[in-house]
């Protein structure tokens, strides 16, 4: 047989021993979840629960009574629980639960306001501002840029405040809990951030 045809051959069965290996590795995990904007706790955590207590515990972070869904060592529960933030808008995405070696993996992202996210994109530097300034003109004042500036000793007089445009944004405490159908490993919760 030919050397290349040969070489061929062993990388696919090397390519077909690997398949198995990747699926273990990382293999979905059935879940369902529930998710909100205003839990009662307003420190950020996430926690693992084991038993009907816990169960119950995570629902009580969030103010309701817990779904007769729990069945204690046959399924695991996680809360997500990303703490007061000023606006609305904010949420906890669960993005997925899967078996990766010896544990089940939650993954989550938080989302942001558009706002938020659009200001922490890089925008080109702004163009410098002037400084007030200028040669003195007749009479003691200032031309120039700052000719519009009360001399000293003088009181400004300012008008109202303008009015706001849109009412004041309500805090909110996102969180998600995550049910997952199987109790025989440990779990680990893992965010992943924007980039």
Do not use: C, K
């Amino acid at each position: 047989m030919p050397r290349r045809r040969l070489l061929s051959y062993g990388v696919l069965a090397a390519g077909a021993l690997l398949v198995p290996v990747a699926e273990a590795w990382a293999q979905a995990v059935e879940t369902r979840h529930w998710q909100g904007f205003t839990a009662i706790t307003r420190q950020p955590e996430q926690v693992v629960a084991g038993t009907i207590a816990e169960w119950r515990s995570l629902w009580s972070r969030v103010g309701a009574s817990a779904p007769d869904v729990f069945e204690p060592g046959r399924m695991n529960a996680v809360g997500i629980f990303l703490g007061r933030r000023a606006s609305e808008g904010y949420s906890v995405n669960f993005l997925s639960a899967s078996r990766r070696r010896d544990r089940i993996v939650i993954v989550f992202e938080e989302r942001m306001p558009a706002e938020i996210m659009m200001a922490q994109r890089s925008s080109p530097p702004s163009a410098p501002r002037p400084v007030a300034g200028g040669p003195p003109a007749a009479g003691g004042g200032f031309s120039g840029p700052s000719a519009s500036f009360a001399p000293p000793g003088a009181t400004a007089n300012l008008g109202p405040p303008a009015a706001a445009s849109r009412p004041a944004p309500q805090p909110t405490s996102p969180w998600a809990i995550i049910l997952i159908q199987r109790a025989d490993l440990p779990v680990a919760v893992e965010q992943r951030l924007f980039r």
